[in-house]
């Protein structure tokens, strides 16, 4: 059984920091691509960040480019999000998902419940 689990999301006041952790269980997950997604009350779910098998590449949307990381650790079978110089449109629920495809724009196989993260003017 696959899971995957956000944690880490809260209320932060803007230009605060948090750092989402997503821990995977029940798939090799060295072997996936790891993205974080975010949805806002009343949006589509976007694309944030996303990480290879081998932390060699990482991609970004461009809204959050030079203030979020993504990282992993394929010991712990964790991914992170720091979320550095956050603003109020950044609230939103923020969802890790894995996915064993290289193209440009894969599709996820598995999804976590989701964090809320909610940015205070």
């Known amino acids: 059984q696959v899971q995957l689990v956000e944690s880490g999301g809260g209320l932060v006041q803007a230009g605060g920091s948090l750092r989402l952790s997503c821990a995977a269980s029940?798939?090799?997950?060295?072997?996936?691509?790891m993205g974080w997604f975010r949805q806002a009350p009343g949006k589509e779910r976007d694309f944030v960040a996303a990480?290879?098998?081998?932390?060699?590449?990482?991609y970004y949307a461009d809204s959050v480019k030079a203030r979020f990381i993504i990282s992993r650790d394929n010991a712990k079978n964790t991914v992170y999000l720091q979320m550095n110089s956050l603003k109020p449109e950044d609230t939103a629920v923020y969802y890790c998902?894995?996915?064993?495809?290289?193209?440009?724009?894969?599709?996820?196989?598995?999804w976590g419940q989701g964090t809320q993260v909610t940015v205070s003017s």
């Open positions: 029940g798939i090799t997950f060295s072997t996936y691509r």
């Open positions: 990480i290879s098998w081998s932390s060699g590449r990482t």
């Open positions: 998902a894995a996915t064993r495809e290289l193209t440009t724009a894969p599709k996820y196989d598995y």
